[in-house]
């Protein structure tokens, strides 16, 4: 979009695009102007280099890329948030994604202690228990011999404990990318935990937690219930999205442990411990606890609650024109599948269902959809989730009434997109 | 290499008509952990200190290993907000009785420190032994750990100043915890079992209970907050974090002042990406020179540009301390200069 056309937006002159329309024309084909103004648009009327001439062959990029005129949408990180990029985050940008799944390059990022590209030849899996009581025998593992065992692959969102936590307080951010970006769904692939577990021989009815450890620096930390793992739910994944993980995000191994927060999903993961209690490592008694008006912490807080966001129109993004626009975002729970959405365009008065679109799967996201003719008022925009177990995503109003404004962690809460008479699109809070 | 021995291979024939998967059927794939393999790994400890080895340290040694590993980030005692959120400070003697830090709940804490939040001492001594230094992860001894976990709790006045901390009297010192009664687990979070069955959440009951009103839910919109300006604009060039075309554009948030902010952020990214902000940090010293500190040292010198790129590219030791500089041979000679300019020209 050039300078002008902004503008024209600023200035709430909808019809701009149909002026540039021939404005362009004139640009790219002066000689041709008049006939171009008068006949129709250039593009239409002027067969492109790409009609007329010989494209590149098979493989002239080997891995393929975006295209050179996708540049815009990248991983991002949030200026001031951390103050060291090996402890930071990066996020998704949700406002230019489609359907449920995210694109590897594109998945957002949470180091503890920096990101290595690790050999898979050199890393290893050790299975031991807190005590012999509680496994027969600890075993060490290969890629090798992983890849060898049966498999899984399941599509699950991942969703940091702080996303959305900058709002706690009040309106931080400008965009989605920044509200919600630290989250992402991706198809994983490898071996159920549980499998692990049985063939070194766990004792299920001592050994009720399992701490899982990563390679990193960090060595991070989570105790993850046992219920979890004999329910089949966790695996262990060297597979994203039909390819290895990406180094950001595990490479070549990691936990994935759905519907509970980012952090519990450890990546390069080296160690699984089983034991009989919980094991209140620093990310689980430091930070990722939850601070309430009374003083007290929630710890072990890990389970992702039901949320959505609209994602089209968001913040920070401007509307071109009044009429049709299909108003789209994303929905998910940590409990399981979602049952329904519900879009207000009027701050939560009234309320439409929306289309939720396939597949609708267990604790991953759910793609959603409702029609819309913008008539050039004001509006905000609302969406609010139901999952199957009937919870209903709450309002700020509520969250903070529990929860206060500095628990920083499991901000579910509706997100508010307002909406301007110039089109322009920004981030606000409804109680 | 394979090996079938004969009743083996009938094991194997049985149980695959039978829905078992006993752990035999997986044979050929991974092997036992020798106790020295599991000894190298297994270096996690409990609240309940079970895995702690055994050793100790006093808090005078501790001082003197926290100015030489921890300080650069922690600051001397623990109350720098540079680089991590702060360690120590923010209780009080009353917090050491009663287990609750008072400042939680009265809202007279500006800032949450470690100290102020940790409910289990054992948690400190596992982070520290896997995790730090920041630079250098396990590499300190246990007796080490000791010391420096006996500085830091000397720090909070919760143990004197002739402590010596070990695995004998670390559980007393949990007795001792300024927020050792700070922790909640009864709630809907945990996806484990209950409490009331051995586990340690409420079962998974939601603490909100929103209700899917359809029409006329409210007589008005009540706005909580809206986006401040400098919101708007603090996260660049909101135009170019969008698609050029599609049913919605990015709108325009910054001037051509904001644009400049925007470049030097774009410099501060190089600086990270080329991995300089590991060492360095903006103001003050990490493990090498804070940025405006050169700038102070080379102020009034004409040729410092060219010396500063010589010095990044090759390396250097002495100026600063007795950490070297690498060579920085993976970065690129321009970005090196642009670098060099942006720092000389009080980065930001």
Redesign the interface.
């Known amino acids: ?1 050039s300078d002008e056309q ?1 503008k024209a ?2 200035a709430g002159r909808r019809d701009f695009l149909r002026k540039s329309l021939f404005a362009a024309g004139a640009a790219m084909a002066a000689p041709l102007a008049a006939r171009a103004a008068s006949e129709g648009d250039v593009n239409i009327l002027e067969n492109p280099a790409w009609t007329t001439s010989l494209g590149l062959p098979v493989a002239t990029n080997p891995y393929g890329m975006p295209s050179k ?2 540049s ?3 991983r ?1 990180e ?3 948030l951390a ?5 930071s985050v990066s996020f998704a ?1 949700l ?2 994604l489609f359907g449920i799944i995210t694109p590897s390059g594109l998945h957002f990022e949470r180091h ?3 990101w290595h590209d690790i050999d898979p030849s050199k890393h290893r899996l ?3 228990g ?2 012999d009581s509680l496994l ?6 290969t890629l090798d ?2 890849m ?2 049966p498999s899984v692959s399941r599509i699950h969102f991942i969703e940091c404990g702080a996303n959305t936590g900058l709002e706690w307080g ?6 989605v ?2 509200t919600h970006g630290m989250l992402s769904c991706s198809e994983f692939t490898g071996v159920p935990l549980k ?2 577990l ?4 766990v004792d299920y009815k001592k050994a ?2 399992v ?1 899982a ?1 990563g390679a990193d ?3 991070m ?1 989570r105790t993850i ?4 793992v004999e329910s089949g739910e966790v695996f262990v994944a060297y597979g994203q999205n039909g390819e290895m993980l990406r180094p950001e995000n595990g490479y070549p191994l990691r936990l994935v442990v759905p ?2 927060q980012g952090v519990s999903w450890v990546k390069w993961l ?2 699984i ?1 089983v ?1 009989d ?6 990310d689980e ?2 930070h990722y ?15 992702q ?1 039901a949320k959505s966001v609209i994602t ?2 968001s ?6 024109d009044k009429g049709f ?2 108003v789209s975002g994303l929905a998910w729970s ?2 399981g599948r979602i049952k ?1 959405v ?1 879009v207000s365009f ?8 929306a289309r939720l679109e396939g597949p609708i799967q267990n604790k991953a996201l759910t793609r959603f959809n409702t029609n819309w003719v913008w008539d050039g008022s004001p509006a ?1 925009l609302q969406s ?1 989730a ?1 999952d199957e177990t009937g ?9 903070r009434k ?2 206060g404004t500095k628990s920083i962690y ?1 901000n579910n809460a509706i997100q508010s997109w ?1 909406i301007i008479e110039s089109g ?8 | 290499m394979f090996r079938f021995s004969k009743p083996l291979f009938v094991f194997a024939l049985f149980s695959a008509s039978t829905v078992a998967v006993g752990f035999e059927n997986y044979s050929g794939v991974g092997r036992a952990a020798t106790p020295a393999e599991v000894k190298a790994w297994d270096i996690d400890v409990r609240p309940d200190f079970k895995g702690l080895p055994k050793g100790s340290g006093n808090v005078e040694r501790g001082n003197e290993l926290f100015e030489e590993k921890c300080a650069s980030c922690h600051g001397s005692f623990g109350e720098s907000n540079e680089v991590f959120t702060p360690l120590a400070g923010g209780t009080t003697k009353d917090d050491i009785k009663t287990g609750n830090v008072k400042g939680l709940s009265s809202g007279e804490l500006p800032q949450r420190t470690t100290f102020t939040k940790v409910a289990t001492i054992s948690t400190v001594w596992d982070y520290i032994y896997r995790a730090m230094p920041w630079t250098a992860p396990k590499s300190l001894k246990p007796d080490e750990v000791y010391a420096i976990l006996a500085y830091l709790l000397n720090l909070q006045e919760i143990v004197p100043a002739d402590f010596v901390l070990s695995d004998k009297n670390i559980g007393d010192v949990q007795k001792l915890l300024p927020n050792r009664n700070g922790m909640t687990t009864d709630h809907g979070m945990w996806p484990g079992a209950p409490a009331k069955k051995g586990g340690i959440g409420n079962g998974g009951k939601p603490d909100t209970a929103n209700k899917a009103c359809m029409k006329n839910c409210k007589p008005e919109v009540l706005i909580g907050s809206t986006l401040p300006e400098y919101a708007r604009t603090a996260h660049g060039e909101l135009r170019d974090q969008n698609r050029s075309f599609g049913p919605v554009r990015g709108t325009q948030t910054l001037g051509p002042e904001a644009a400049k902010k925007a470049a030097d952020a774009g410099t501060l990214d190089l600086a990270t990406k080329s991995g300089c902000m590991a060492c360095h940090g903006m103001k003050s010293k990490i493990v090498g020179p804070g940025y405006s500190e050169v700038v102070a040292r080379y102020k009034d010198q004409t040729d410092a540009e060219s010396r500063l790129i010589a010095k990044v590219k090759a390396g250097g030791q002495g100026v600063w301390g007795s950490i070297p500089m690498p060579p920085n041979g993976h970065i690129k000679d321009e970005d090196i200069t642009t670098l060099v300019k942006w720092i000389l020209n009080g980065s930001k």
């Open positions: 979009m902004v937006v600023a005129y996708e815009q949408l990248l991002r949030s200026p001031g103050r060291v990029g090996g402890a940008p406002q230019g503890h202690q920096g050790m299975v031991n807190s005590d027969k025998k600890a075993k060490v593992y011999e992983l060898r065992l009040n309106v931080a951010v400008p965009t990318q920044y499998v692990l049985e063939d070194c021989g009720r937690y701490l450890e620096g960090s060595s930390t219930p046992m219920e979890m519907g509970v080296r160690r411990e034991g209690k919980p094991y209140a490592t620093k008694a430091v606890i939850d601070l309430l008006p009374n003083g007290q912490h929630r710890q072990y807080s890990s389970i609650e089209t129109p913040g920070g993004q401007t509307l071109l626009y299909n940590g409990r329904q519900d009027d701050g939560g008065i009234n309320w439409q269902t905000i609010r139901i919870f209903v995503q709450p309002t700020y109003g509520q969250l529990v929860r499991h307002k322009e699109v920004s981030n606000v809070q409804v109680l």
